[in-house]
């Protein structure tokens, strides 16, 4: 059944489609009928990374639903967490449209959404409303008018606003949509942007009686000492998971192919192996830390590589766009231990 949904969503524009879909799929929760999307039961697989049990090992990406709009009714397709956002501070409409194509040739999606989200407020109203018995995490990021040497601000009052509501909240320092964005990976913008949100995370988590992990979103984009450098500020800063990867703004992959050279975020099939590269360094470099996994997952065996990287959970995203809600319960067997 899915199949013929994709293929009618699929004539319409990216965006648009995003949007039917989603709010299909909203219909279809409340009629109790997404088995007809070709979803499962949840795949039992409990594990227990960063202090948090997971009741399977296959998440949702960051970036599908940010606004949490939709939380039920992705929870409801098997997956064990599911994460929303970017959020930011205020609500920003993001980049001018058009800003999400597909290149269905090689499984892929370029996206320069820009953050377009409701602001917090709303998304944390939204995940208070939900009923998902999984982990939730909380997606990041600083407004597009805050100038990068003031972003702390931003993650800072994001993480104070969120902190009660999430089970974890990654800190998105890595989309190559936000001018400046990526400039906070690396050097002294990185140590004072990490330093800050441990200590105020710390302090919330001692004011609630209630721990909280961060884990920070880096790119695919990176040589083995930037990676390296990267890993050791994580561990400095006692920062408790590492998502790997986000999108790529490398084009070998696709070159040629319609909408191949639109700026944005280039995700799917052709960032599967640069993100393995950067997980196997980051498992090199950091043995004990948590490492979700995501980039190109579009099948269970590729679920296992990303685990055979290094990774300990994976998250899906263009793969979900292409093969639909069966892939969770796939990817979840595949990984089952």
């Known amino acids: 059944m899915y199949s013929l949904f994709r293929s009618l969503l699929f004539r319409l524009d990216a965006e648009t489609a995003h949007g039917v879909s989603l709010s299909l799929l909203d219909g279809v929760y409340r009629l109790r009928l997404t088995g007809m999307l070709g979803a499962e039961a949840r795949v039992a697989d409990p594990v227990e990374i960063m202090g948090l049990t ?46 999400l194509f597909r290149l269905p040739e090689r499984g892929a999606i370029i996206n320069r959404m820009g953050f377009n989200n409701a602001g917090v407020d709303h998304l944390v ?33 994001c993480l104070r606003r969120v902190h009660a509501h999430a089970h974890y909240v990654a800190v998105n320092i890595s989309s190559p949509n936000t001018p400046g964005l990526r400039n906070l990976q690396f050097g002294e913008h990185l140590d004072h942007l990490l330093g800050a949100l441990r200590e105020e995370c710390s302090r919330l988590d001692r004011e609630t009686g209630r ?54 975020g280039l995700s799917g099939k052709p960032v599967f192996e640069p993100s393995n590269v950067v997980i196997r360094a980051l498992r090199h470099h950091l043995p004990t830390m948590p490492i979700i996994g995501v980039g190109g997952v579009d099948s269970g065996e590729t679920a296992r590589a990303k685990r055979d990287a290094g990774a300990d959970l994976v998250q899906l995203y263009s793969g979900f766009i292409y093969r639909g809600p069966a892939l969770v319960a796939e990817c979840a067997r595949a990984l089952k231990v």
């Open 125 to 157: 109203r939204n995940v208070q409303r939900s009923r998902f018995d999984g982990v939730i995490g909380i997606n990041i990021g600083k407004n597009l008018t805050t100038p990068v040497e003031r972003a702390v601000d931003d993650y800072l009052a």
């Open 54 to 99: 997971f009741p399977n090992r296959v998440g949702l990406a960051a970036g599908l639903d940010k606004n949490a709009d939709h939380l039920d009714a992705l929870g409801a397709l098997g997956f064990g967490f599911v994460e929303v956002g970017t959020v930011t501070p205020e609500p920003q409409t993001g980049n001018p449209k058009p800003r």
């Open 211 to 264: 721990r909280v992990p961060l884990a920070v979103k880096i790119a695919p984009d990176m040589n083995d000492n930037e990676t390296a450098l990267v890993a050791k500020a994580l561990a400095v800063n006692g920062i408790d998971g590492v998502i790997a990867t986000n999108t790529t703004v490398a084009r070998d992959a696709v070159a040629g192919l319609p909408h191949a050279e639109e700026q944005g």
